[in-house]
């Protein structure tokens, strides 16, 4: 599958994006996608439009998100004994684990895991009813339960 997202789908939003940065930004975000949601690898995924707007959306958000943070400079400041620290970013992960969710989500939608199942050990045609309880003891019936 191609990046659904295209360069003019994020310069509506950021029209200060140069090309060359755009286009950096959307093969990153894109490669970053597809190691979450490894279904967005397949040349052909069944996705519904709905699915490729959530994959837009995640992309979008987290490109628009990176432009705003910039370089992710930290600036600190101090009067007296107090201080703080300002940190423009997070610049280890681009995605948010809400995002990241939504990504998996779709490829849930293309491969449906397998469902919990029983597997029957008890050769076929064999059926023998109890006629007496196994745990009640010292009754009727114990002669027939030796053999059960």
Known sequence: MQNPLTRDALKVFSPELSNDTADAMLATAWARAQQAAP?????????DSAD???????????????????SGAVAQRTAGEYGETFRASDSSTLFRPNEIRDLQSVCGNVRKRGRASTISTIPPG????????????????????EGF
């Open 39 to 47: 279904c967005l690898r397949e040349d052909a995924p069944d996705l």
């Open 126 to 145: 064999y059926h023998q009813t109890p006629t007496v309880h196994p745990f009640l003891t010292g009754g009727e019936g114990d002669d027939e339960f």
């Open 52 to 70: 490729v707007e959530i994959i837009k959306d995640v992309l979008r958000s987290a490109i628009l998100r990176w432009d705003e943070r910039g």
